[in-house]
């Protein structure tokens, strides 16, 4: 198993060095790793038959389907919406987003878009 031919010190569980138990690296170039606590080195058949996979999901063409079926409101909104008076043209709703502008130990600026006139304000809370 070792490449130094070395005799190994305890059994363990693949992907940790036998010599001294520590995490071992992720295999490099060569298909070999070295024990970044000890320093000694292994190959591959340390990981024993671990395999690393990747899935990637994509979505399909009817993933966002139920956005279409919202109200006209609710559809061009700019986040969630709340029950809140718009200045300009008196519409109970408006969407809102939140960022942390000012210093960690102040409130965050929240932003308030109408979802019917898009009137912009903000208030810091």
Not at 28 to 57: L, S
Request: aromatic share 10%; hydrophobic share 25%; glycine share 8%.
């Amino acid at each position: 198993m070792a490449t130094d031919d070395k005799p190994v010190c305890f059994e363990t569980d693949p992907g940790f060095c036998p010599d001294c138990g520590s995490i071992l690296p992720l295999l490099g170039d060569r298909g070999g790793v070295t024990c970044y606590a000890c320093e000694r080195a292994w190959g591959p058949e340390v990981f024993g038959d671990m395999a690393m996979t990747y899935t990637i999901e994509f979505n399909n063409e009817n993933t966002y389907e139920w956005s279409k079926h919202k109200d006209d409101a609710e559809e061009e909104a700019d986040g969630p919406i709340v029950e809140r008076k718009c200045p300009q043209c008196g519409n109970e709703q408006m969407s809102y987003a939140t960022l942390q502008l000012r210093s960690a130990d102040e409130g965050q600026t929240v932003f308030f878009t109408c979802t019917k006139c898009k009137f912009k304000e903000t208030e810091n809370s």
